[in-house]
């Protein structure tokens, strides 16, 4: 499409100061969380209505212009690239709370509402949002939506794709169709079901009802430290299996305490191997002898240390600890990837074993910090961008713990998605046939495949992962996750040309 | 005419797929609006393709062949303190696993837990084109590829024949305790509703008999119980009357397994949230449909009585812009009401069923 007649067709939904085409302007929708993915949309729009949206989509469609949705670009998985040669458009300033309703704990939000923003709103009422996100005080419940976010609280409180109801959404073609609604029970075949997680693939959701639940009478919470890594993953499985269903377990190794503590120094147990971090929450009445009954059995599992976070203060610096770890890694290594394959969680003593061994041969160091509750594994893979070939054996690191997970019958993903990332590891994880349906669905959704395309799947051409395996093979699944800065020179790579 | 065709293996349901012109897939029949086949459609009857696959205690998950029965999975999880906290109907009566996700049928308990899609996380399944595809995993977590199991849930044999399903459970509380509260109109009782939907206060479960009768059921500690019936209580502010400890089971039980429905009745189950309770019910009184108001009031089952057809209710659900899904008795289209979906559920049929194996949505 020639370059003006994308413009004018711009123009005609959005006032000039509202459309970016200038390189600087440009330059801070190239990446997200992902910087080793960049690419330069033609366009950016900044979208204050659903309707712009639409008409954008529409717009698209006609003229033949991929677009990708973004919200705060915070996706771990490189969700929110653009495409080469097709417009942004960026829903952040979409950021109203339609209508909350709290005596049904509903609230409908537009997409680019913060996920904090909704608890937020919702807490007069002593109603929150659960699906938590470490990145939840500046992710995008649209974001949420599209890669099916996860978070800490998961474990009893299940993932974004349990928290939504019914959202109104724009089908790659422009239709505008409503799936769901405002009730927890769902009748006929779960549509919401499959578009959320969709990765942007199925259209862009413009209004969504999200469910809310009502705060815990009681939440108590504790920190236990281990000789191991081992001993902690043996611990939280433990846990699991006594019958406790505690809302979140949370691991972190001595590499992620020393990030913690250099930079929001949560003041976790000194000397630790390992810290196992366990929430109880419920009527107090039941929670109290649950907890002592979670005490006694951190100790039987070896516990050197038993910490019980007492003053608000001290429980929010907790999990500010645990949440910031990714930026606190920033702390120890110029770069790193992160990843977050998943393994039955009977099986994490085993998994984190196996990474520590891989960590010591390859001679690279790896943070663990992870959703120890439901298997949820998260390597930090630490090293430095301007090395000549580090970024490669990182990743090559990284790739062996995703064929890991899914040897021990796990997944690749637990909350981060496919994106860019992932893409050349799913025909590893699924069968041939499965991965075709899912192309198929795509397909008949997006027909013009224009929605975010180049995410979840590799184009058609390019070899799958066991092919890709040689040195040098392009493109990369794996990719530095941003510390503060700017990605570091060298590490970060176009997209691939797009083909069709 | 009708033919049924018991399949012993995930092959022998791909082969019968690419056979027949029109196939319709069948558990345990407990649930005979959504599996009873229209004329010229092929029954492929899964209640032979049995066995729980897959269970480790530890791990709160497991993976069964989608003919194997409720009450099979129920008592394999009971001997090691586990359940199926979605609370599906029918298990007495022979429902399957496969049923209970391709109805979307939860129970009471749903209200704190969740529904079928909360806990489903893999699917194998034959699609329109006889292949066989898997979708999801087994482990608790995980957002990789389509979410295909979510698709699942509720399908009632239109997108897909399962043949094996993995799902996550929860430890099964050791004491149960249910209280009833008598409200004198529909508007108090829902006022009740909606003041216990912000309390902090685990209710496992919140039936509505209008018009102001309310059941809660709390679940845990026995020690605790007492105290936080009272505490229950004073978030009323008024008494309730506990069911003696020996009747609660078998009243929820009745009222899992719709119980109170007339013999032969069409039971429909209808989405909602309690605010669209008064106007449902201004429609219902007149025309005598018996009814109950489940989980807190976000689903309405009602039963249309064997002499009535399903399509009264269908216009008058439309008209409510409601919708619902017809479960026992007979129906000629068993979704009734207003639907969603539209071009997406269309696109999605299109490609999992290109040739119209299915039935119509």
């Known amino acids: 499409v020639p370059r003006d007649e994308l413009l004018s067709a711009l123009a005609e939904i959005y006032p000039q100061d509202r459309i970016l085409t200038r390189r600087p302007e440009l330059a801070a929708y190239e990446s997200d969380a992902l910087t080793s993915f960049r690419a330069t949309p033609r366009a950016v729009v900044l979208a204050e209505s659903r309707d712009e949206v639409v008409e954008t989509v529409r717009a698209c469609h006609r003229l033949g212009v991929p677009f990708v949705a973004r919200g705060s670009g915070t996706s771990l998985s490189g969700g929110s690239l653009p495409v080469e040669g097709g417009i942004v458009i960026a829903l952040n300033r979409l950021n109203r709370i339609l209508r909350l309703d709290p005596q049904q704990r509903i609230v409908v939000v537009e997409p680019g509402v913060i996920n904090q923003q909704v608890t937020k709103a919702a807490a007069p009422h002593n109603l929150f949002y659960a699906p938590d996100p470490s990145s939840q005080s500046i992710c995008s419940i649209g974001g949420n939506l599209a890669f099916n976010a996860g978070g800490a609280h998961c474990l009893k409180h299940g993932m974004t794709s349990n928290s939504i109801l019914g959202a109104k959404v724009v089908l790659p073609d422009g239709e505008v169709v409503e799936l769901g609604g405002e009730s927890t029970e769902p009748v006929g075949p779960d549509w919401l079901g499959l578009f959320v997680g969709s990765e942007g693939l199925f259209g862009i959701a413009l209004e969504i009802t999200l469910r809310l639940v009502p705060n815990a009478d009681a939440t108590r919470t504790v920190l236990a430290a281990y000789e191991s890594l081992e001993a902690a993953g043996k611990a939280a499985a433990r846990v699991v299996a006594a019958g406790l ?191 075709e349906v899912m192309r198929e669905l795509w397909h008949a959704v997006d027909p013009a495949r224009i929605a975010n395309r180049s995410k979840m799947f590799l184009p058609e051409d390019e070899p799958s992962r066991s092919e890709a395996a040689e040195p040098d093979a392009e493109p990369s699944a794996a990719g530095v996750a941003g510390t503060a800065g700017p990605p570091t020179d060298g590490a970060a790579r176009e997209e691939e040309p797009s083909t069709r | 005419v009708s033919a049924t065709l018991q399949a012993q293996a995930g092959e022998e349901v791909q082969r019968a797929v690419r056979a027949h012109e029109r196939v319709l897939p069948r558990g345990g029949g407990t649930k005979p609006a959504l599996s009873s086949p229209p004329q010229g459609t092929t029954t492929i009857d899964l209640s032979d393709l049995t066995g729980i696959v897959e269970y480790e205690r530890e791990e709160l998950t497991f993976t069964a062949r989608a003919g194997t029965s409720v009450r099979e999975i129920s008592d394999a999880l009971a001997e090691n303190g586990q359940f199926l906290p979605f609370d599906p109907p029918f298990a007495q009566a022979g429902a399957t696993i496969g049923g209970v996700v391709a109805a979307g049928a939860s129970g009471p308990l749903r209200y704190r837990s969740g529904g079928v899609r909360d806990f489903i996380l893999g699917v194998r399944f034959v699609d329109g084109k006889g292949r066989l595809v898997s979708g999801g995993g087994r482990v608790v977590k995980n957002a990789a590829g389509f979410d295909l199991p979510k698709l699942m849930v509720g399908s009632a044999g239109r997108l897909g024949v ?175 009401g207003a639907h969603r979906g539209g071009a997406f559920a269309r696109r999605v049929k299109s490609a999992l069923d290109p040739d119209g194996k299915f039935l119509e949505i």
């Open chain 2, 162 to 336: 399962m043949l094996e399903l993995s799902m996550k459970v929860f430890p099964a509380p050791t004491a149960w305790a249910t209280m009833r509260v008598d409200l004198p109109t529909l508007d108090d009782a829902l006022e009740v509703i909606g003041r216990l939907a912000t309390v902090p206060l685990d209710l496992e479960a919140l039936d509505l008999e209008p018009p102001g009768r309310l059941w809660l059921r709390l679940a845990g500690d026995s020690e605790a119980m007492s105290a936080r019936l009272e505490r229950l209580e004073r978030l009323l502010e008024r008494p309730g009357e506990r069911v003696p400890d020996e009747e609660e089971a078998t009243l929820w039980e009745a009222a899992r397994d719709l119980a109170w429905a007339p013999e032969g009745a069409s039971v429909v189950k209808v989405a909602l949230v309690p605010r669209r309770i008064p106007e449902l019910e201004r429609e219902l009184e007149p025309i005598r449909i018996a009814r109950r108001y489940s989980s807190g009031g976000n689903l309405a089952w009602l039963a249309c009585p064997r002499e009535r057809p399903t399509e009264e209710l269908d216009a008058l659900l439309r008209s409510l812009d409601l919708a619902g899904v017809v479960l026992t008795g007979s129906a000629a289209n068993p979704l009734v």
């Open chain 1, 245 to 435: 269903l505690p809302v979140a377990i949370e691991i972190m190794d001595k590499l992620a305490i020393e990030a913690a503590e250099g930079s929001v120094k949560p003041g976790y147990p000194e000397g630790a191997e390992a810290l196992l971090i366990v929430e109880l929450e419920g009527d107090h009445e039941t929670v109290d002898p649950e907890f002592e009954t979670l005490l006694e059995l951190l100790r039987d599992a070896g516990a050197t240390d038993v910490v019980q976070p007492e003053t608000a203060e001290e429980h929010s610096k907790c999990w500010e600890g645990r949440k910031s770890a990714f930026s606190s890694v920033g702390w120890l290594s110029p770069d790193y990837i992160v990843q977050d394959g998943v393994v039955p969680r009977t099986r994490l003593g085993e998994a984190l074993a196996e990474i520590g061994r891989l960590s010591e041969e390859r001679g690279i160091r790896v943070a663990n910090v992870f959703h120890a509750g439901d298997g949820n594994l998260h390597p930090l893979i630490l090293f430095k961008g301007s090395e000549e070939g580090a970024l490669e054996r990182a990743e090559d690191l990284a790739g062996e713990i995703l064929q890991m997970c899914i040897r021990l019958g796990g997944s690749i993903t637990g909350e981060h998605g496919i994106g860019m990332e992932k893409r050349k590891y799913l025909p590893d994880m699924f069968g041939e046939t499965d991965v």
